[in-house]
Each structure stands twice: as C-alpha cells, then as structure tokens.
C-alpha cells in the first residue's frame, strides 16, 4: 500500500518455512513482549514499520501481512474476518515463543484482533491486552456503506479526506484500482461480520482514540467496556482517524506504557499481595519513627490555616475567598458534616477498588483536579507544577480557561495522563472556537463548561484587597498566547491592552443555552456543564447537546446563601437518569466526603481548593501529599464501610442519605 521497502516474511521461531502471516521490521530478539499489529481495511503489513521503529527495546513489533496484499498481489482477498483471524491465530499458536503476546488492531484491524484474541483463548492461549485503534466496538453496527456501490472517484476523494494513504500512491491509476480492489473486498467482509453484545475477551482493552478523528466518537467508544472482563480505557491521541500510524512517536508511549504495566503485574504475581491501603500510613510511621515528620499536615482540613501563614496576604484573600457573608461555603461543608456513614464489619475488604469509568475511560479514582485559576498567585510553577503532581498520582486534572500557563504547557506537563478542560464561553465566538480546536489539539478529553460565573460574584475578601490578578496578567496566558485573540488587538498592543481586551471578552453575562448548542457543534469531545444545581438546569444541559453535568456552587464564590451542592446532588442525579455522568464540587475536603458523594449519586468529585493551598505550601510535592492523603482516606473509607468497589456504594451506606 505504500512504496515502504517491505520486509521478508518471517517464520516464527521454530517453524519450518516462512510465515504468509507476520513480519518483522525491526528484530529484537531480546525484547520481553510481542506486539502483533492488524491494519485497517485494505491496508498492509508496512503500515506499522513507523511504530515499530519508535518502540523501545523491550518491545518487538510483528505486523500482520492479510493474503492479497503487496507480493501476493494476485491473491484472493479473505472472505470474512474469522478466515483472517483463524490464519493469524494459527501462525501465533504455531510458535514456541513464549512470551506476553499483546495484541493492536487498528479501525477493521481492531475486529481482527479481537476475533484472535477469542481463538486464541479458545485454544488455551491468552493475549496479554487488546489495542484498539479508530474503531467502533465489534457489536455495534459500524455504519459503513456498501463500497461496491461507491464509485471510484468518489471513494478515492473519501481516501483524500481522511488520510493516512500517500497523494502519490492514490495519484498512480495502477495502484489506486489495487487499493480500491482491496479495500472494497475487506469492506464486504467488514459487512458480514456480526457480534454479540455480550461477547468478551479476558485481555483488557485499551482504546486508542485520535481526537480529531472523524468517523469515531467518544460514546461510540465507551461500547468497547462491554467486550472484555478485565477493564477497558480510552487513551486519546492527537490528530486524525490515522494518528497511531502518522504519529508512531507519540502512539508508542501510552502502548509502552501499559505494557511495561502489564508486565511488571504479571512479575509480581506469586508476590504476596500488598495492602495499598496502608503504604501512605506505613510510610508516614516509618519516617516518623526515623525523626522525620511530614513536611505538611495531613490532615485536609487544616491546609487553609496553614496556606494563609505562607502565601501573600492578597493571593490568599483570591484563593480562599467566597461570595458575601460566605454562607453558601459554611452549607456546603455543613451538608457533609450532617451525613452520617455506617462501618461494616468482617467484609474481607483488604483491598478497595476505587477505579471508575468517565466517557469510557477507566480512571484510577473518583476524584478529578477542579479547575482554579491563576495558580501562579500560589506558586511559582502554577498549573504546570499541578499537573506533574496529577500525573504521579493518578489523578486526571481540569485546566481552568483563566490557567497561568497555557493549555499546550500544561498538557507537555502531563504528558499522556488524562486530562480536561474547562472553559469560560468567551463573547467572542471566534477565541472561543480557537480555544477548544487547541484543547482538542493539545489531548484534553472532555471540555467542562461553567456556566455559573457569567457575572463575578460579590466577593469581599478580594474587593477588600483590591486585587485581581488577571488585571495583573496573571491567569490569562490561554488568551494571549490564542491567535484569535492576538487578531483583535493592534500590531503595537502592549500587556496593558491584551489584559483589556481580556477583560472585555472574556466572560458573555448574554449567554443562553443555545450557546451550548452551538459549542456542541464545535467538537466531538464530550461536553460536561458546570455550576449545575436544578434538576431543571440539568435537563436543559443534555437537551443542548451536553453529556454530563457537574453539580457545583462555584466553592461558594457566586451566590451568597445558595443551596449547597451535596444538598442539589440527589435531585440532579434523578433528573438525568442513572446512565449519564454526574460529578459534583464545592465543600469536599476528605476521602469521607468523597464516599458521601458517591453514595448520594456521584460518579466522581471535582477537588478544588486543598490542592492548591498544598502547591502554596510545596509547590509539587504539596499538590502530591494532598493526593496521596486524599486517595489514602478514600480508600480507608470505603474498606470500613465494607465497600470492595466503588459498585458496592450507595445510599445505604449513610446512616441519613436524606441530609435532615
């Protein structure tokens, strides 16, 4: 398929004469697993020499070669994709190699390496994890056209549209008809394919998903949960429908990753099996017991006394501030301190699983950074600080429109650990637009809009102060580093006219919830509406195009005397229906309070302002230790309770769920 030198066919080890099946590209005969690659409909074995070449060492890539391809030019194409599937499971069973197989199918590639994974359990072998790349689960109806029925023009224009072939192989007659013939014939038996919605493979599945790909969605994507009993992710790439193979040097790190994950698991096996939950308090005790306290408090609630101690005056007024008399923010935590929880006893929770799937996505916890603005007032680093911090301890962050850093700095900080971003609905539509194709450009997963803050609510310990650090400059980089945004200031424009110019755009105090709908136009990334407290509000939200709300006060810094957001949750989650993602903010501070969420109808929280007075006190290693506590709490919390999982919360684990 394309005028890649192709590699000989090899055998695998041991077999006599060379496999039609698999080749190697880059040999490794040292190498601790074994990543077989499925290309896309009408594609070929070379298409994967890219990622071959960017994987480490400790990984060798074989690359599925389909009959009818390159060499075998004349070669009837298979019929179906358990004739495909059979061939490869045969030349893989056929090899005493023993060691991990991992298996990466990319768009029909996909069905084909889940179809292996099957015969290979069937046959007493097992793969170690299914990639999957630019593919719809295997029972749901992939929506493809019949190609016999699509002429050659038109199909080749498709082509162009979506990528991934050379201009110079579609410009040359001979080789695009041979295109065009193989890609028609793997569409047919792409066609008579079908699939169980109950059937599952062992292997875990890790959706590798291009964020600007434009035949597969998120949602669509969440159906892959189905189809295995080991867990299932979606990790996001930039780029198109063909980024794993355009992009092998960025592909190639979340595959590596879990690899390597996978393996050292698999090491530690016969290992006796750690109690995670205690390693922070063991850590603490053993350090305590050598002289060294910790650095910080760790208890959460004393943060806010100990951030006012170090930070400047002003900046601490902006971080800890909450509208008028602060009322909203005393019922908040009121509302959690009124929820009783009941322990249970003897339920052999040695171990709590406080892993949770969001839009598909399998999250480590229920817990999610809140986006705060203009961290630079707490420290030097701000949000780049934060998201290294997330990052170490799993903890997926939401970067705040107002950041101090830009979303591209944040997201290099992250890396390839999953992350969101909220958005300020801007009243200039076109910034607005710019921001969400950079967060989608950038890898962020979700945009969360809030809608709460069209006006700024009265907030005393900030007008006390006279401070605001956007006025400063600070907690404005995603606008003045925006091209759109750089378009409406003269050529000669200085700090002082970029910040007024923020001022007046930044914010749309007209916005209705056709504006929501608008956005939703704009991407394909899930939509979360924050500041959500009505149930009204909330149905609203998903007849504009959300898929997901976040009940939230605004921590309190809006509406002075409003209802709590623990209080509103209930009711939100009623209205909305069981299925679609429900989290909530404002007054947690605890893995208790977390617990409490969950079982009033959370799929997970938002956690705000702790984390920041623990950058203020330690820049990174402040934001971890709340981490670490937090999570530590949570899951002590959910193994005396008596809950395994986050599946076995509910409201039964209140004493009063109904918050009298």
């Known amino acids: ?21 698999l080749r190697s590209y880059h040999p490794r005969a040292s190498a601790a697993a074994r990543l077989v690659c499925f290309p896309h409909a009408g594609g070929a074995a070379n298409a994967f020499v890219g990622l071959s070449a960017a994987l480490p060492e400790d990984v060798e890539l074989l690359a599925v070669q389909y009959p009818g391809r390159q060499d075998r030019r004349g070669e009837p194409c298979a019929r179906d994709l358990a004739e495909l599937a059979a061939g490869v499971a045969g030349a893989l069973a056929a090899s005493p190699d023993d060691r991990p197989l991992f298996l990466l199918g990319h768009s ?33 109806d992939w929506e493809e056209p019949d190609l016999a029925l699509v002429g050659d023009a038109e199909l080749v224009a498709g082509l162009r549209r979506l990528g991934g072939i050379p201009e110079p192989l579609l410009a040359d007659p001979e080789i695009a008809a041979e295109i065009l013939r193989l890609l028609r014939a793997d569409h047919r038996a792409l066609l008579r394919h079908s699939c169980a919605q109950d059937t599952a493979v062992a292997a875990p599945v890790t959706v590798l998903l291009a964020t600007a790909d434009p035949k597969n969605s998120p949602a669509q994507m969440a159906g892959w949960a189905r189809h295995t009993v080991r867990g299932h992710e979606v990790v996001t790439l930039s780029g198109g429908h063909f980024a794993l193979l355009e992009r092998p040097a960025e592909s190639a790190l979340p595959v590596t990753e879990r690899i390597r994950g996978d393996l050292a698991r698999a090491e530690g096996a016969g290992a006796p099996d750690p109690e995670p939950l205690a390693d922070l308090v063991r850590e603490l005790m053993l350090e305590g017991l050598a002289g060294r306290p910790p650095r910080l408090t760790t208890d959460l609630t004393a943060l806010e006394a100990a951030a006012g101690r170090v930070m400047a005056p002003e900046a601490f007024a902006y971080v800890s501030g909450t509208a008028g008399s602060g009322a909203t923010g005393r019922a908040n935590r009121a509302a959690f301190d009124r929820l009783r929880l009941v322990p249970r006893m003897l339920r052999g929770t040695r171990r709590a699983d406080t892993s949770v799937t969001l839009f598909g996505q399998r999250l480590p916890s229920p817990v999610l950074l809140a986006p705060l603005a203009a961290q630079q007032v707490a420290h030097p680093e701000g949000e780049s600080a934060t998201a290294r911090a997330a990052a170490a301890t799993g903890v997926p962050m939401v970067l705040s429109t107002f950041a101090s850093r830009t979303l591209e700095e944040v997201a290099e900080a992250a890396g390839d650990h999953p992350r969101w971003f909220q958005l300020y609905l801007p009243s200039d539509r076109a910034v607005g637009a710019s921001l969400v194709r950079r967060a989608e450009a950038s890898g962020y997963g979700a945009i969360v809009v809030t809608v709460d803050a069209t006006h700024l609510g009265f907030r005393p310990a900030e007008l006390d102060s006279g401070y605001s650090p956007f006025l400063r400059g600070t907690g404005i980089a995603n606008f003045t580093g925006d091209p759109a945004f750089r378009a409406g200031l003269p050529a000669d424009a200085d700090a002082t006219a970029a910040v007024l110019r923020w001022a007046q755009i930044s914010t749309d105090p007209t916005l209705t919830w056709e504006d929501l709908a608008r956005l939703r136009g704009l991407t394909r990334l899930p939509i979360l509406v924050k500041g959500i407290l009505h149930p009204d509000d909330a149905r609203l939200a998903l007849e504009h195009g959300a898929d997901g709300v976040v009940v939230s006060t605004h921590g309190g810094r809006q509406l002075d005397g409003s209802v709590s957001a623990l209080e509103s949750l209930p009711a939100v989650r009623a209205a909305v229906g069981p299925e679609v993602p429900v989290l909530m903010d404002s007054g947690v501070r605890t893995g208790s309070d977390v617990l409490k969420a969950l079982a009033l109808g959370a799929d997970a929280v938002l956690y705000g302002r702790p984390y920041v007075y623990g950058l203020g006190l330690d820049g990174r290693r402040g934001v971890e230790h709340v981490l670490r506590c937090l999570l530590t709490d949570l899951g002590l919390a959910l193994a005396l309770t008596g809950c395994a999982s986050l599946a076995d919360v509910g409201p039964h684990v209140l004493a009063n769920g109904d918050l009298r």
């Open 1 to 21: 398929m394309t005028n890649t030198p192709t590699a000989a066919p090899v055998s695998p080890a041991g077999a006599a004469g060379p496999s039609r099946w």
């Open 108 to 140: 029909m590639g996909a069905l084909v390496a889940f179809e292996t994974a099957r015969l290979l359990e069937a046959q007493g072998g097992a793969a170690a994890r299914l990639f999957v790349s630019a593919a719809r689960p295997p029972a749901q």
